[in-house]
């Protein structure tokens, strides 16, 4: 190829790329279905992209790397505190459940498509794994409870590094059986792993985590530090015992995300947007590398291979761990069918087939093909069924009625508080990490962090929300999460604080009305005039309807010093009030307004309080 060429295509993978992610984001499904579809279009049908003549020698180290990088960004996010909480499942999952799903995907693969005992058991480790980069997304559709969205979450993240290192196991067995010695060589080449991973990654990350605990990097440098740190450990690692940096790396990740006096979220955002577009362009690339006619040439036996992975080996993984829990057999049965297959099982399978192709081994060339047919038939087949039948067995969250709040400064924390007094779930979001300590004493859920950021996007859990409330004292924060959330809850959803600077505005200056939602509050009231005003002594009351104190009565008590904000219907459906709200309150709803002092500074006494 010649430079054109190389700059031609290079172009059109981050042009597809963007497109894919952006019609994911669109229909809410997960991005990697649009990736690989996109690459095999491009790929083996149309055969516009040759990946191994464009990167020629090149494209399996960077493979390498990318994978690298997008399990250290996945590993940062674990905190040791919230792995206690989930209890036995998830462990249970990721170990005996894991063993169960690998032996019954290589016994399935041995007799249905006559591999290799060996190149099945690899075929077991590959597919073995989830990944976040596509549960994250599925979720978000599905919007099942909260105990099986955490469940599968941790699941994902977890056991993507357990499946790769057996698939190390297993690959140094079949390249060193040859010789005899294949048992023995695995056996040392998995205490070599663990032993090599575990040094590199847990020395690494201490050794880098005082260079930042220290303060002997300028921040600027952090980013760039942490990306060279990552590289360093994943090749020092494999330099040193053959394919024990994926561990490495992970570890590393999880040593940092759990060391005192270390803050990682600068380089955690970092490496969120790194890791779309390495996931990105990872797809593309390995999904246009696909053998169609290979995988063709297998008939119907690979649907049947589907079909017992479905069936089969989920059901059984999810059986076993979750014996003797407290889970609903309904919530089991959801658990069972929901377990794509994400970009750790595309990448190491591609490594490994072509690794295993130049060595001569037969049945390797069908490795990819039949990981990706996995991957796609588990993504397209969960994606369409798992919302209608969360929903047909009743363990997905009612319509979504619960709060996102921007902001967990005190006046937001006093709304959130008044919300949770009315069976409302909320949570909220702030960057500050002094209102977010203040809001989890007073025992509100929180998320340390922008809501429209990208670590927002794969890690929020928005189950059981359905409506937002801008109560940034930032105007342009409350509008831009506005834009964010616009399409996940629908415009009419979306509530923010007056902005005083916006009202000064021209219309040129001003962010238009369409982007900031609707008013919040009955008055109008900017966050200066919330905040004044509880600070001047007013206060949140509750009060119940009744035919003896009706809408009129309740006007003529409190008049102007009123400030209606929310109303709880019979159904229990709470109401945000907006000044374009017209609806005439009736006896059995709830109100909450924010109440000023009478003229003789005390607060009125509310007779009809709920």
């Known amino acids: 190829m010649n430079e054109q060429q190389i700059l031609l295509a290079i172009g059109g993978i981050g042009g597809a790329a963007l497109a894919c992610q952006w019609l994911a984001w669109r229909l809410r499904l997960p991005a990697i279905l649009f990736l690989l579809l996109c690459g095999i279009l491009v790929g083996p049908l149309l055969g516009w992209l040759d990946p191994q003549a464009l990167f020629g020698p090149l494209l399996f180290p960077l493979v390498s790397l990318a994978v690298a990088l997008i399990l250290f960004e996945g590993s940062l996010t674990l905190r040791f505190s919230e792995w206690q909480e989930i209890g036995t499942v998830v462990r249970r999952m990721v170990t005996l459940g894991a ?7 290589a016994l399935a693969t041995h007799y249905l498509l006559d591999f290799s ?4 058991l690899l ?10 980069t596509v549960i994250v997304p599925m979720l978000r559709v599905i919007r099942p409870k909260a105990s099986i969205a955490n469940i599968l979450r941790w699941e994902g993240i977890v056991i993507d590094p357990i499946g790769a290192l057996l698939a190390v196991v297993v690959y140094t067995y079949i390249v060193t059986q040859d010789k005899g010695q294949g048992l023995l060589n695995s056996l040392e080449t998995f205490v070599g792993v663990i032993f090599c991973g575990c040094a590199f990654g847990l020395v690494g990350g201490w050794l880098f985590g005082q260079l930042l605990r220290r303060h002997w990097l300028p921040e600027y440098l952090h980013n760039l530090a942490a990306l060279t740190a990552v590289l360093g450990v994943f090749i ?3 330099q040193t015992m053959h394919e024990s940096g994926l561990l490495a790396v992970t570890l590393m990740g999880m040593g940092l995300a759990n060391m005192k006096g270390v803050d990682v979220r600068p380089i955690l955002h970092f490496k969120e947007n790194l890791s779309v577009l390495l996931i990105s362009g990872l797809f593309i690339l390995l999904a246009a590398r696909l053998d169609l006619q290979a995988l063709l040439a297998l008939g119907p036996a690979v649907l049947l291979l589907l079909a017992i992975i479905q069936f089969v080996a989920r059901p059984l993984n999810v059986g076993l761990s979750t014996w003797g829990s407290s889970l609903h057999w309904r919530e089991r049965f959801l658990l069972s069918w929901v377990a794509p297959r994400g970009i750790v099982a595309a990448a190491v399978s591609a490594i490994f087939a072509e690794r295993l192709s130049e060595a001569g081994h037969a049945g390797s060339d069908l490795l990819a093909p039949l990981t990706f047919a996995v991957i796609i038939g588990t993504v397209v087949l969960q994606s369409a069924t798992s919302r209608p039948l969360a929903r047909l067995l009743k363990v997905a969250e009612p319509a979504p009625s619960g709060f996102l709040i921007v902001g967990a400064h005190p006046p937001a924390r006093e709304l959130a508080k008044t919300l949770q007094q009315l069976g409302s779930r909320v949570l909220l979001t702030d960057s ?6 203040a809001a989890r004493m007073e025992g509100l859920p929180t998320y340390f962090g922008n809501p429209a950021s990208q670590h927002a996007d794969a890690n929020l859990d928005l189950v059981g929300l359905g409506r937002l409330l801008a109560l940034s004292p930032g105007g342009e924060l409350n509008t831009l999460a506005c834009m964010r959330y616009r399409h996940e ?3 009419q959803r979306l509530f923010s604080l007056a902005s005083g600077l916006e009202n000064h505005r021209s219309d040129k200056h001003r962010a238009s009305h369409e982007h900031r939602g609707q008013t919040f509050g009955s008055q109008p009231l900017t966050y200066a005039q919330l905040a004044n005003r509880l600070s001047k002594g007013a206060e949140l009351y509750t009060t119940t309807l009744t035919s003896g104190f009706d809408w009129a ?4 008590l409190h008049g102007n ?15 945000v009030v907006s000044p374009d709200v017209t609806a005439t309150p009736q006896p059995g709803w709830v109100l909450v307004a924010l109440i000023e002092p009478a003229d003789g500074g005390s607060t009125p006494i509310d007779h009809h309080p709920s």
Do not use: C, K
């Not at 500050?432 to 300590?437: L, M, V």
């Not at 009565?553 to 003529?556: E, M, R, S, T």
């Not at 010093?561 to 109401?575: I, K, Q, S, T």
């Open 99 to 105: 063993l169960a799903t690998w032996a019954v995907i």
């Open 117 to 120: 005992w060996e190149m099945a």
């Open 123 to 132: 075929f077991g480790t590959l597919t073995l794994v989830t990944g976040p």
């Open 236 to 238: 020092a690692a494999n």
């Open 432 to 437: 500050s990490w002094e209102n977010i300590s």
């Open 489 to 491: 809850f629908g415009r």
């Open 553 to 556: 009565d309740y006007q003529a």
């Open 561 to 575: 010093r009123a400030a209606l904000l929310f109303a709880r219907g019979p159904d229990g459906w709470v109401h």
